[in-house]
């Protein structure tokens, strides 16, 4: 015969029972002496207490608006620009294909020349962003970093960013050809202090 409990939690299994003691051995034995008077609790707590619906959808932030860049304000060693550009030209770099197994992977490599009303740069495109930077189009480039390459300053978008094409925004601003960022030369130079 099996004797009740006098309280309502439900019963605890002898293996959560067992995980709770070693917990507590493995605890007792790792402190450090200083804390051996504290005391270690283990509480179970049942799932249909936990409630995951709603409480965690509002408990989720607001997502944050993008703050856009100008190409002027772009800085050597920078990351996570937002950018409204358009592209000027493209040019194909490099195009390499390798047998991958059963298919053939291609790599494909794009100078593009992007700007906007405050200057223009050089972008490298990468693989599936080379069919998205077409002349004359409008991209939105989001979390774009500056690489440098050869002591010049490349805009970049890698796996954590993403590329935009707008077809509803026209361009309603002209390319500011004559401020070339990529054709500043940058050396990086290491200050000892004495």
């Not at 619906?53 to 060693?77: I, S």
């Not at 996570?80 to 494909?108: A, F």
Request: proline letters at 5%; aromatic letters at 6%; a neutral charge.
């Amino acid at each position: 015969m099996k004797r009740k409990r006098a309280s309502d939690e439900p019963s605890i299994s002898s293996a959560v029972r067992w995980s709770a003691r070693a917990i507590s051995t493995v605890l007792h034995f790792f402190t450090p002496p200083e804390y051996n008077n504290l005391e270690i609790s283990i509480a179970v707590v049942p799932t249909s207490s936990i409630n995951v619906g709603t409480e965690m959808a509002e408990a989720k932030p607001a997502m944050r608006k993008p703050v856009f860049t100008k190409v002027d304000q772009l800085r050597p060693g920078t990351s996570g620009h937002t950018l409204t550009v358009k592209v000027v030209s493209s040019k194909m770099v490099m195009q390499k294909g390798r047998p991958d197994g059963s298919q053939v992977r291609q790599t494909r490599i794009a100078e593009c020349l992007i700007g906007d009303e405050t200057g223009i740069i050089v972008f490298t495109a990468r693989n599936e962003q080379v069919d998205l930077m077409k002349p004359n189009t409008i991209v939105i480039l989001r979390n774009a970093k500056i690489d440098m390459f050869k002591g010049s300053m490349r805009l970049a978008v890698d796996k954590w960013g993403r590329i935009e094409v707008t077809e509803t925004e026209p361009a309603d601003f002209a390319v500011k050809e004559d401020n070339n960022l990529s054709l500043v030369e940058y050396e990086l130079v290491n200050v000892v202090e004495e």
